[in-house]
């Protein structure tokens, strides 16, 4: 009995967290008309937060400002998207070391791309989710800049954006 009750409590718990773990994605490619820069970004809601996992190809070598926009349009270049996604209007830093009440939630910093143009990044912000909270970022985008983030003020002059991807929500 307490084997079969045991069973059924470890179903209830995988199923319980397969309801609970939302996962999305953004597709991203590159904002110019002849660019090669294209990747995936997946997202899932974990207990400590958005876990952010991009594998790109084609970049640039060297570090690149990489960020959640408010907006999930890549239109105009990637201008479409807005400014960086912000929801309790705090200053531009490091989301993953000084949560969102001291930074942008989308302000991841910087992603670096190899010299053969590979860049990977992962991350968890902690307090963002997928969806259903005040910091939720499905339908919003990831940018990739042309530049390094320097962390300065108001959002790091990262300088252009090269590329982008909307967050869609993928599964449960």
Request: include cysteine.
């Amino acid at each position: 009995m307490i084997k079969q009750l045991g069973i059924g409590m470890l179903s209830i718990v995988f199923m319980t967290a397969g309801v609970l773990a939302e996962t999305g994605v953004a597709n991203i490619k590159g904002t110019g008309m002849n660019s090669l820069l294209k990747g995936t970004v997946t997202l899932t809601d974990t207990s400590t937060g958005l876990k952010v996992d991009a594998h790109l190809t084609k970049m640039p070598p060297g570090q690149h400002g990489f960020h959640i926009h408010e907006f999930g349009s890549c239109d105009d270049m990637g201008k479409a998207a807005g400014g960086h996604y912000n929801p309790e209007n705090a200053m531009h830093g490091m989301v993953v070391k000084d949560g969102i009440m001291k930074a942008h939630a989308g302000d991841l910093g910087n992603i670096t791309a190899g010299t053969d143009g590979t860049a990977t990044l992962e991350a968890v912000i902690p307090d963002v989710t997928l969806s259903g909270s005040k910091a939720s970022v499905a339908g919003r985008a990831f940018i990739v800049h042309e530049k390094v983030d320097d962390f300065s003020q108001p959002v790091g002059n990262a300088g252009s954006r090269i590329g982008c991807g909307t967050i869609v929500i993928s599964g449960k």
